[in-house]
């Protein structure tokens, strides 16, 4: 048996507006540091509780096994927390580009993590839920706390940074795959930028050391970040693919995605300091 009530939550984009690579840890991992800001655009998934122990999921995903989906391991780690029998059938309706560096894999997990814990009244803390998330993916957690953060370490070490500011951005989104693990064992990869304050990052800004190396293994990420520089100063979000520029209004943003030429994949969307998942879920009562 199964309830007829669907609840339906975002799983927003998000954007790195700096990605700095500050040292390679002994296990391989790089520490890094971060500016997390999120999209008001994204996957929405689609909860609705059962009476039993299943878990279903559509669409499958192409390529990736049912138990290997970062949906399914993420309800699979609360069903083992539990203690109760739990189960979830989920619809998934896919918007972000796999591979994109826009955090949608993630983002699905998170989402997937606060509202199993709300259908299913766990009670989890949101600390408690980052634990969890981390062990998905180092972008998880800042999906799961649900605001624009300063990020640290492999990314999961957050300062909520409510003040930055919330433009209109346009994004472009080549249509290639970038392998993260390739970027972060290239030869050529910048390891050894000096670390900074979040007050430094909000005044300058910041760069993105992924972007040199993604660009000439990806030739396509290079031309689209050429063609937009022409337009409004661009940026590579993650370890790519997609790219972005800010701007002051909706119109304006939209008024440069007009002279992309036609063959781009783009998008005009709003920055926001709040998760829209967390607006849903925790609007006031």
Not at 166 to 169: G, L, M, R, T, V
Not at 193 to 198: E, S
Not at 262 to 273: I, T
């Given at each position: 048996m199964t309830d007829t009530r669907w609840l339906?939550?975002?799983?927003?984009?998000?954007?790195?507006?700096?990605?700095?690579?500050t040292g390679r840890r002994p296990d391989g991992y790089h520490n890094l540091q971060t500016l997390f800001q999120f999209l008001d655009y994204g996957d929405t998934l689609h909860f609705r509780r059962r009476d039993d122990n299943e878990l279903t999921l559509v669409p499958a995903i192409d390529g990736v096994p049912f138990e290997d989906n970062l949906i399914i391991r993420?309800?699979?780690?609360?069903?083992?927390?539990?203690?109760?029998?739990?189960?979830?059938?989920?619809?998934?309706?896919?918007?972000?580009?796999?591979?994109?560096?826009?955090?949608?894999?993630s983002s699905d997990a998170a989402t997937t993590l606060l509202a199993l814990n709300e259908l299913w009244q766990l009670q989890l803390s949101p600390d408690e839920l980052a634990t969890l998330g981390l062990t998905l993916?180092?972008?998880v957690p800042v999906f799961v706390k649900g605001a624009a953060a300063f990020a640290e370490g492999v990314g999961e070490q957050l300062t909520a940074v409510p003040e930055l500011p919330?433009?209109?951005?346009l994004v472009v989104c080549p249509q290639v795959h970038v392998n993260t693990g390739k970027i972060f064992s290239h030869e050529g990869l910048t390891r050894d930028?000096?670390?900074?304050?979040?007050r430094t990052a909000l005044r300058q800004g910041g760069r993105n050391d992924c972007q040199q190396v993604v660009t000439v293994l990806y030739p396509e990420i290079g031309n689209a970040l050429n063609l937009l520089n022409?337009?409004?100063p661009a940026k590579m979000t993650g370890t790519g693919a997609c790219i972005f520029s800010?701007?002051?209004?909706?119109?304006?943003?939209?008024?440069?995605?007009?002279?992309?030429?036609?063959?781009?994949?783009?998008?005009?969307?709003?920055?926001?300091?709040?998760?829209?998942?967390?607006?849903?879920?925790?609007?006031?009562?």
């Open positions: 339906s939550v975002p799983a927003p984009a998000k954007l790195n507006l700096m990605l700095h690579i993420a309800a699979r780690l609360l069903q083992q927390r539990a203690g109760k029998t739990c189960g979830a059938d989920i619809r998934l309706d896919k918007t972000l580009p796999m591979g994109g560096g826009l955090g949608g894999g993916g180092a972008d919330e433009p209109w951005y930028t000096a670390p900074i304050n979040i022409k337009l409004s800010s701007f002051g209004s909706e119109a304006e943003a939209i008024r440069v995605s007009d002279q992309l030429p036609a063959e781009y994949v783009a998008f005009v969307a709003k920055g926001v300091n709040q998760s829209p998942a967390h607006r849903v879920l925790f609007r006031p009562s």
